[in-house]
């Protein structure tokens, strides 16, 4: 059945039918379709706009309805133009001419972008529960490895020696300003736009602000017209899942180095571990490489959007139809590498003989050496001079800079004395950098101490 039939005098073209049918994907809206059905039909029965009988009757076939998809009863109909029109059908075939009287005061305009802010909503609170999650897990790997010393790095090189502890707890700063993103993202989705009909509102005395509490929104829509143009909220939502992804990829894509036998860092669990087909040997991050691969493709999902709403006139516009499989696609991604993810990082095994090992090469204490020159003395500008011939000399004798004899120091500079072997320990470049936000052991505690109160703050329990 078509809900505008009656301007028609010729059936849909079979092939433009389905052409421009959603049903196949806005299909998982139906619980938030009913809802929203749901509390417009107890609206139109309390402002006596629709007999309350039947307002009742609308209300309990619905209910009924939902019980039946969610058993598996009654199979949703691909030949529906959309799910809108696969509930109004049901519902008229259950209960008769009291179904026709749901629509009133509603058009699928407003009633689509209600769905829409629904599932945003629901889906939020789902990835936002697997954030926590992944915060959890970075900070039991936080708390495991404060002590454990690894190189930290810039463009890619050996620059100076962290902690492991330090390096979790970036990401962990990563996915909570994810997580903050998500609330803010929240809010901007929790307003009801029912209500606004296809543009212009409508002629009824309908109580807006009713159906907003019953259904739990925040505020009401401001203005007609944007309220069923509006997909700002779908676009700060994938943009929040491509940031997620892009903060997953990046993790993923220091495991796999990490998990190279050049690197030795970490080695990922058999169980999120693939093999090939024609070396018995080897042992795959394909996980990982996988979660770095569907980044784009999340990202590809917000160019769709962001291209598809760029030249739109107000108000709707089908266009706009577009907006459903970039959004389900990009949730369902995300929440399903935020499980992979999760699991795949809380059963890795560091290996913390073989980061300290790499700290001590690639002389990560240069800086420390610079540092006490000016703490003796010297300009920085001086120190970081003497400190590279320093460098340069030790890489052609090949030693690093704590196997230099003093009588060596003293030839680049006579500042140095013995006092400066101290200062260059892989231990003493780490502790010596206890400032707030720093790696060293004290200042990483802080931090730690810190992540915990916030995931008390947002309710996790530790």
Request: with cysteine.
């Amino acid at each position: 059945m078509k809900l505008w039939g009656g301007r028609f005098s010729q059936q849909t073209d079979e092939m433009a039918d389905a052409f421009h049918s959603s049903i196949t994907f806005d299909c998982r809206l139906y619980r938030h379709d009913i809802n929203g059905s749901i509390a417009h039909a107890q609206m139109l029965g309390r402002q006596g706009i629709i007999p309350a009988s039947d307002a009742g009757a609308i209300v309990e076939a619905l209910k009924g309805i939902m019980a039946d998809i969610d058993s598996g009863a009654l199979p949703i109909d691909p030949r529906a133009e959309d799910i809108h029109t696969f509930v109004e059908t049901e519902l008229v075939a259950r209960i008769g001419d009291a179904g026709r009287r749901l629509h009133t005061g509603r058009s699928r305009n407003d009633q689509v972008a209600l769905d829409m802010r629904m599932y945003i909503k629901d889906e939020i609170d789902a990835i936002d529960a697997l954030i926590k999650g992944l915060l959890e897990t970075l900070l039991a790997a936080s708390r495991a490895h404060v002590d454990t010393i690894m190189p930290g790095f810039t463009h890619m090189q050996k620059a100076q020696p962290v902690t492991l502890a330090h390096y979790l707890l970036a990401y962990f700063q990563m996915f909570k300003r994810d997580h903050r993103r998500l609330a803010y993202c929240r809010e901007g989705a929790d307003e009801m736009p029912l209500g606004a009909g296809a543009l212009a509102a409508t002629t009824y005395p309908i109580d807006r602000a009713y159906v907003r509490d019953i259904l739990g929104f925040r505020d009401i829509t401001a203005n007609s017209i944007d309220a069923v143009s509006d997909r700002d909220f779908c676009v700060e939502f994938v943009s929040c899942l491509s940031m997620i992804m892009m903060h997953m990829s990046r993790f993923c894509e220091e495991l796999v180095i990490w998990s190279t036998d050049a690197f030795g860092f970490v080695e990922i669990s058999d169980a999120f571990s693939t093999g090939s087909s024609i070396m018995p040997q080897k042992k795959n991050p394909d996980m990982a490489e996988l979660i770095r691969g569907k980044t784009g493709r999340v990202y590809g999902s917000l160019m769709g959007l962001l291209a598809m709403l760029k030249g739109l006139p107000l108000a709707y516009n089908k266009d706009m139809q577009e907006d459903k499989e970039a959004v389900f696609d990009a949730a369902d991604t995300v929440k399903s590498c935020l499980s992979v993810f999760c699991g795949m990082l809380g059963s890795a095994t560091f290996i913390a003989a073989n980061m300290r090992k790499s700290a001590q090469g690639g002389y990560t204490n240069a800086t420390d050496a610079a540092d006490w020159l000016v703490k003796k003395g010297a300009t920085f500008r001086d120190a970081h001079e003497i400190t590279g011939r320093l460098v340069l000399y030790a890489i052609k004798r090949g030693l690093p800079l704590g196997e230099l004899s003093i009588d060596e120091f003293k030839n680049i500079s006579e500042m140095f004395d013995e006092t400066v072997y101290a200062a260059l320990s892989i231990e003493a470049c780490v502790e010596a950098r206890n400032v707030p936000g720093g790696p060293a052991r004290g200042a990483v505690l802080r931090e730690i101490g810190e992540a915990e109160a916030f995931l008390c703050e947002i309710g996790v329990q530790l």
